[in-house]
């Protein structure tokens, strides 16, 4: 069959669309219409040549939702007609990752990463030329073919654009509160950039009754959206140094926990500057290969400050993905308001100049 799909040719250049041949699903794959994607900071860097995976021509997307159209051999999981949230680690349930309760770290991961099918081969091409996709999703694209490890079967009363969202910002902003900082009651968090992962760490503090969330990011407008989801404390810096503004808020303590959500070296060390004694500073931000950071090391044995990294929110990634969408459907979390634009696949390229001008708190396609 034919599909539309914005494909990436050249590291800083537009996506262009393309019509591509879709070959239909194999063992345990299974062929899903999209109904609905998110423009992510991480497409923009790897269109920007920042992150350089997959190889390229690819389809980035990798934070969609969409409806199975057909199934290969084997499929147990799900059946044409039924709506699915596609995740972007797929989860095998028996490597040393997933059997060590950590399925977001599973090593298919590894195969996905090169833009292939987990058997190595592709699924999409034009002429002799095949297409990688990312993460085993490339959502940009009206139809794709995707592992059945890769999708979450979700109740049919969500919208599409919302399970999408929950596919990946809301999934890592809040799983980095909740599982990965088990962020405590009564405690004070800051966020070091306030983009569609940054109002997730935000809302995911709210959510574990932090009293003091700070929001900072450069962009005032960035602030106010931080400020609809619950942060009490604004600071821009580009105007205020965040260290000293973070000190006098907290009586010259530090906070309980930092969140790096930009993936640049910088940050991260003001997010270390951040935290108080015993404190901790999470890494969620998915910085370039080259990003060094030089810390004060002394800091982390004297002081017992701590740094930690999160990948995909760092939780049993199907579990977490369903209480998200209860919790939304609980009215617990907030996502419809996260999507402030919605464009069509043709708009794809404005999605993203509005992503780095940093208009949207999310901004979706919409098939
Ligand atoms: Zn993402
Ligand atoms: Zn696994």
Not at 97 to 111: E, N, V
Not at 152 to 178: Q, S
Not at 267 to 290: D, H, M, N, Q, W
């Amino acid at each position: 069959m034919k599909t539309k799909a914005a494909v990436l040719y050249e590291y800083g250049k537009p996506l262009v669309l393309e019509e591509l041949e879709l070959a239909a699903p194999k063992e345990k794959e299974v062929l899903v219409r999209n109904k609905a994607a998110g423009l992510c900071h991480s497409d923009l860097s790897i269109m920007k040549g920042v992150l350089r995976m997959p190889p390229l021509p690819c389809i980035p997307g990798h934070e969609g939702a969409g409806v199975v159209q057909e199934v290969g051999p084997g499929v147990t999981r799900v059946k044409p007609g039924d709506p699915v949230l596609l995740m972007w680690v797929p989860v095998c349930g028996q490597c040393y990752y997933c059997l060590h309760g950590q399925p977001y770290l599973c090593a298919d991961k590894d195969k996905t990463r090169n833009g292939t099918m987990l058997d190595g081969t592709f699924r999409l091409r034009k002429g002799n030329q095949n297409f990688q996709v990312m993460m085993g999703v490339g959502c940009f694209s009206e139809y794709n073919v995707v592992s059945e490890r890769s999708i979450l079967p979700i109740d049919p009363k969500i919208p599409f654009d919302v399970a999408a969202l929950v596919g990946c910002g809301v999934m890592t902003g809040v799983g980095a509160v909740i599982n990965k900082a088990k962020v405590k009651p009564g405690s004070s968090v800051a966020v070091a950039g306030v983009g569609g992962v940054g109002l997730n760490v935000v809302q995911g503090a709210v959510l574990a009754n932090a009293t003091k969330i700070v929001a900072i990011d450069l962009l005032e407008n960035k602030l106010e959206y931080a400020q609809k989801f619950g942060a009490n404390y604004l600071i821009n810096a580009s105007k205020e140094d965040p260290v000293k503004k973070v000190m006098e808020i907290t009586s010259g303590i530090g906070v309980d926990y930092a969140f790096e959500v930009i993936g640049k070296a910088e940050t991260a060390l003001t997010s270390f500057k951040l935290i108080r004694r015993g404190g901790y500073a999470v890494v969620v931000g998915i910085p370039s290969l080259e990003e060094n950071v030089s810390l004060p090391l002394y800091e982390i044995p004297l002081m017992e400050k701590s740094i930690l990294g999160c990948y995909y929110g760092s939780g049993d990634i199907r579990n977490d993905l369903t209480m998200l969408l209860d919790l939304y459907q609980a009215e617990r979390i907030h996502l419809e308001k996260l999507i402030t634009q919605r464009y069509r696949l043709e708009e794809i390229n404005k999605g993203f100049e509005d992503l780095e001008k940093g208009k949207n708190a999310r901004g979706v396609v919409i098939y």
